[in-house]
């Protein structure tokens, strides 16, 4: 199959790369530039696992092509953390949000585009942001109160 030129920047990085137009942004991330922080569960749309964040909102990579991704800002779980854990992450392991982490990137990111937009979110709020992310382990209480605390301490920050 024809191979078709982008160029997209991915974690504060320009990258140019050829691919086929089939190839998902999802499989672009993990195969091509080794960013396995992006997690594929389902690669239908439906777990959240796969989420990063496009132009700054929160997508699911094995829904989008990656020829789709021409031109945007991409922001995965690696760029998050480039300088340690950033504060939402830090809240996950104080509060004990992950447990097997399968869940935990796409968890973390759609957490930290919703609290960009919501600084200071009802636990019900952060229910309903969370609620196409879905987690085999922990029950979602601790991730909720982990997405509190980030909150608090992403308040804390400003
Ligand atoms: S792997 Fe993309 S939503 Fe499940
Ligand atoms: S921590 Fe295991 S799926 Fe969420």
Aim: aromatic share 4%; with cysteine.
């Amino acid at each position: 199959m024809a191979r078709v030129s982008i160029g997209l920047t991915v974690n504060g990085q320009a990258v140019s790369a050829e691919v086929e137009p089939r190839m998902t942004l999802a499989d672009f991330l993990r195969d091509e530039l080794g960013l396995t922080g992006t997690k594929l569960g389902c690669e239908h749309g439906v777990c959240g696992a796969c989420t990063v964040l496009i132009d700054g909102a929160a997508v699911r990579s094995c829904l989008m092509l990656a020829v789709q991704a021409e031109g945007a800002d991409v922001l995965t779980i690696e760029g998050l953390s480039h300088n340690g854990l950033h504060p939402v992450q830090e809240a996950y392991w104080e509060h004990h949000g992950l447990q097997c982490g399968f869940c935990t990137p796409g968890m973390v990111l759609t957490a930290y585009a919703f609290l960009q937009e919501r600084p200071d979110p009802s636990d019900e709020e952060i229910r309903e942001a969370l609620a196409g992310n879905l987690c085999r382990c922990t029950g979602y209480q601790n991730i909720v109160v982990a997405v509190r605390a980030a909150a608090e301490k992403l308040a804390g920050a400003r």
